[in-house]
């Protein structure tokens, strides 16, 4: 698998669960990984097995815990202990729950936004996390939020939602996003596919040099 230079826009790859998914990951060098530690979600993996998937992990792809309405207590204990780099709250926290995170943790907080209208563009944009995530639903459905409610973006963001080899370049060529993030995207029968893997970053980073 040839490894090509990294793009200027960033690329996270989430919802890894296994020790493949974590090879794969080295040898493309995303700028980040996730792990999605909701129990509901169908990638939802333990925080014994993020341990061991973090030690396998290349030490320049940053790690991402994916979480929903979780303790801060939690993030903050799984950010310390370094199971984790980052914590991105995809579920119903607000500024206080944000406010009350960074009491505890001075590492980087991505909070996710579900975008049906202007009014939740206008909420990301006043977020005080370090970096907004915008998605269509709940995540990790493969589906599209209207791209043109983008223009109102006034802040550099993570874009989710129905990204795959097929939709990625004209999202990076035309919306220039600070980073994307896939799942369902880069999956085959539910698991992740190295080949879609690859040809997602490479698509990412074909297209941001244009």
């Known amino acids: 698998m040839k490894q090509r230079e990294k793009s200027k826009i960033k690329i996270k790859l989430c919802g890894l669960m296994r020790p493949s998914d974590i090879e794969t990951a080295n040898l493309l060098k995303p700028d980040y990984v996730g792990f999605v530690f909701a129990k509901k979600s169908r990638r939802y993996v333990s925080l014994e ?6 030690e396998l992990l290349h030490p320049e792809i940053t790690a991402v815990g994916v ?8 993030v903050a204990e799984w950010l310390s202990a370094g199971i984790i780099d980052m914590a991105q709250l995809h579920g119903r926290e607000d500024e206080a729950y944000i ?4 009491g505890l943790t001075d590492r980087p907080l991505i909070k996710a936004f579900s975008v049906r209208n202007e009014r939740d563009i206008t909420e990301a944009c006043a977020s005080t996390a370090d970096f907004v995530l915008l998605d269509a639903g709940e995540g990790g459905t493969g589906t599209a939020f209207d791209r043109e409610l983008l223009t109102g973006m006034n802040r550099p963001y993570f874009l989710a939602g129905g990204l ?3 939709t990625v370049g004209e999202a990076v ?3 220039r996003p600070y980073a ?3 799942s369902s995207g880069i999956e085959t029968d539910g698991c992740k596919d190295a ?6 970053v490479e698509s990412v980073r074909k297209y941001d040099a244009i």
């Open 49 to 54: 097995r993020v341990r061991t998937l973090k």
């Open 67 to 74: 979480f929903v309405d979780e303790e801060p207590e939690a």
């Open 99 to 102: 406010k009350r995170l960074r």
């Open 164 to 166: 795959d080899v097929s």
């Open 173 to 175: 060529k035309r919306w």
């Open 180 to 182: 994307v993030d896939v």
């Open 195 to 200: 080949g879609k893997m690859q040809a997602f």
